[in-house]
Nanobody
């Protein structure tokens, strides 16, 4: 069992930055690949980024590539999402999730989810 708690969301002006954190509990946390998803009102949950359990491989949605960076610190059971050059269209609830296998870009490929943190980017 893995429990995930996100933090770091808030209100920021366009062009600004935020860093989201996802704290995990459970002895097996470090064995899970981790992903970030987001969901805007009226839209489906969409893939943002993922990192393998070693941290050696990362992947990003085209919409955030070059602006967002995912990383993890297994000693702290924490995954981060550094978000730079934020745009109003980045406004959404951001979720972290853990998975062992399956399609990393699909929500149904993940086994555990956090409760989400709101990110609002004003123009």
């Amino acid at each position: 069992q893995v429990q995930l708690v996100e933090s770091g969301g808030g209100l920021v002006q366009a062009g600004g930055s935020l860093r989201l954190s996802c704290a995990g509990s459970g002895r097996t946390f470090s064995r899970y690949a981790m992903g970030w998803f987001r969901q805007a009102p009226g839209k489906e949950r969409e893939f943002v980024a993922r990192v393998t359990w070693t941290g050696g491989i990362t992947s990003y949605a085209d919409s955030v590539k070059g602006r967002f960076t995912i990383s993890r610190d297994n000693a702290k059971n924490t995954v981060y999402l550094q978000m730079n050059s934020l745009k109003p269209e980045d406004t959404a609830v951001y979720y972290c999730a853990a998975h062992l296998s399956g399609n990393y870009y699909r929500p149904d490929g993940y086994d555990y989810w956090g409760q989400g943190t709101q990110v609002t980017v004003s123009s």
